[in-house]
T-cell receptor, first 116, second 114 residues
């Protein structure tokens, strides 16, 4: 039973470029959340996808966008990269059919993004 | 918006000593979760607390949820070198439609000296 898988593991980009990160949720999960973790900080919620729609969004600019596919996998896109976007991007999956889920999150190993 | 604060930021202990980290939310929580992240790794779920005043134990780890559902603590008895890592609390706000969002504290980094 595969856990949450993310690709790529590492990525180096320059300012102004665009990046796409990918995530496959744990088998049986239908909800994907994306988090940004800066060095020495806790993960910060970017957004969550359920049934191919963005269910909730954190305090991130519109440069951050996402998508969920029918097979529940997800992509995170970041446009016009800034130096401050350098961080570990974590994908977390859960099973969340209800509006008030108490499900625990299963995290992937993350994508380490460096913006030069 | 909701904020979750954790103290201390760092804790260095000798193997065998106890360790406690505290978590406080600016808003009332519907539940709180604890995660552990090993150096270079990703957060791994430890436990979830839902009820006011709830106490749960996992071997040497004891988790508490405050009566007002705004604070929580994690206590490790007789630390071992395998306990090394960063411990995060993460809470879901009880109000509004914050069903999807877990707000993480900044974490407590635990180092254990053998």
């Amino acid at each position: 039973d595969a856990g949450v898988t993310q690709s790529p593991t590492h990525l180096i980009k320059t300012r102004g470029q665009q990046v796409t990160l990918r995530c496959s949720p744990k088998s049986g999960h239908d909800t994907v959340s994306w988090y940004q973790q800066a060095l020495g900080q806790g993960p910060q919620f970017i957004f969550q996808y359920y049934e191919e729609e963005e269910r909730q969004r954190g305090n991130f600019p519109d440069r951050f966008s996402g998508h969920q596919f029918p097979n529940y996998s997800s992509e995170l896109n970041v446009n016009a990269l800034l130096l401050g976007d350098s961080a570990l991007y974590l994908c977390a999956s859960s099973w969340g059919p209800s509006m008030t889920t108490n499900e625990k999150l299963f995290f992937g190993s993350g994508t380490q993004l460096s913006v030069l | 918006g909701q904020q979750v604060m954790q103290i201390p930021q760092y804790q260095h202990v000798q193997e065998g000593e106890d360790f406690t980290t505290y978590c406080n939310s600016s808003t009332t929580l519907s539940n709180i979760q604890w995660y552990k992240q090993r150096p270079g790794g990703h957060p791994v779920f430890l436990i979830q607390l839902v009820k006011s005043g709830e106490v749960k134990k996992q071997k040497r780890l004891t988790f508490q949820f405050g009566e007002a559902k705004k604070n929580s603590s994690l206590h490790i008895t007789a630390t071992q070198t395998t306990d090394v890592g960063t411990y995060f609390c993460a809470g879901r706000d009880a109000g509004g439609t914050s069903y999807g969002k877990l707000t993480f504290g900044q974490g407590t980094i635990l180092t254990v000296h053998p």
